[in-house]
């Protein structure tokens, strides 16, 4: 399915401009990741709260212009209030599941690859018995 979004009913018009475009558009494809359809003014602190267990864990998604690291603020998020995209809003426990669910995975394949480099015949599966 493709990302519809629109931001007509945002209220700031700087989030159009080429300075601040980049991060707009981070955040309308962010919204399949954090599982929200919308920044909304009831929702936009659970936004928030998504994309810093997100960043916790991945480290820092933005970049500054000098390409240091930048972390999403209150400020951003609330500068895009309106934002909408067609995707299905997930509650945070569901959230919370589907992303651990991802690093669960991607710890166990990251141990089967050091093991096989190794030349270890172990399997996540006999670990999980265990």
């Known amino acids: 399915m493709a990302l519809h979004w629109n931001i007509i009913?945002?209220?700031?018009?700087?989030?159009?401009?080429?300075?601040?475009?980049?991060?707009?558009e981070n955040l309308i494809f962010m919204?399949?990741?954090?599982?929200?359809?919308?920044i909304s003014e009831e929702n936009w602190k659970?936004?928030?709260?998504r994309l810093k267990v997100i960043e916790r864990v991945d480290g820092p998604i933005l970049r500054k212009v000098d390409s240091k690291p930048a972390y999403y603020?209150?400020?951003?998020?609330?500068?895009?209030?309106?934002?909408?995209?067609n995707v299905s809003n997930e509650t945070r426990?569901?959230?919370l599941k589907r992303y651990l669910n991802r690093?669960?995975?991607?710890?166990?394949?990251?141990?089967?690859?050091?093991?096989?480099e190794l030349g270890k015949d172990t399997v996540m599966a006999e670990a999980k018995n265990e």
């Open 9 to 24: 009913k945002c209220k700031d018009e700087s989030i159009k401009s080429e300075k601040e475009w980049g991060v707009t």
């Open 31 to 38: 919204t399949m990741a954090v599982g929200l359809r919308e």
């Open 46 to 49: 659970e936004f928030l709260f």
């Open 73 to 85: 603020t209150p400020e951003i998020i609330k500068k895009r209030i309106g934002l909408w995209s």
């Open 93 to 95: 426990s569901s959230w």
């Open 103 to 116: 690093i669960y995975v991607s710890i166990e394949r990251e141990i089967e690859i050091e093991c096989q």
